[in-house]
Nanobody, 127 residues
Framework: QVQLVESGGGSVQAGGSLRLSCAAS????????MGWFRQAPGKEREGVAA???????SYADSVKGRFTISKDNAKHTLNLQMNSLKPDDSAMYYC?????????????????????WGQGTQVTVSS
């Protein structure tokens, strides 16, 4: 079955960087669109970034220019490079995999498009 395992979370001061990774297994890695989502306490899960099989990407407005999503098809890994972190970025971050759909660069990732989820990795940014 599909398994997604996140790593790389932690605590960092504002302005710092973290790199999240998601190891995927149980399906043909390159055939699915994938994404990163986050959920802070008391808030709804929100889309952060997504990438499709052709490498098209989309980002939430709040992270554009600071976060970069990428994938390594050889290693079956999805990554999220997070720079210039802010306290508002603090949340549990989830890796997700969906079907073979086209990512629209101007559209924020939607949880409804993704059927497989990891357990999450915590990111805490202190001011």
């Amino acid at each position: 079955q599909v398994q997604l395992v996140e790593s790389g979370g932690g605590s960092v001061q504002a302005g710092g960087s973290l790199r999240l990774s998601c190891a995927a297994s149980g399906y043909t890695f390159g055939s699915y669109s994938m994404g990163w989502f986050r959920q802070a306490p008391g808030k709804e899960r929100e889309g952060v970034a997504a990438i499709d099989r052709a490498g098209r990407t989309s980002y939430a407005d709040s992270v554009k220019g600071r976060f970069t999503i990428s994938k390594d098809n050889a290693k079956h890994t999805l990554n999220l490079q997070m720079n210039s972190l802010k306290p508002d970025d603090s949340a549990m971050y989830y890796c997700a995999a969906g079907g073979d759909f086209v990512v629209v660069p101007t559209s924020r990732p939607s949880a409804a498009d993704f059927g497989y989820w990891g357990q999450g990795t915590q990111v805490t940014v202190s001011s």
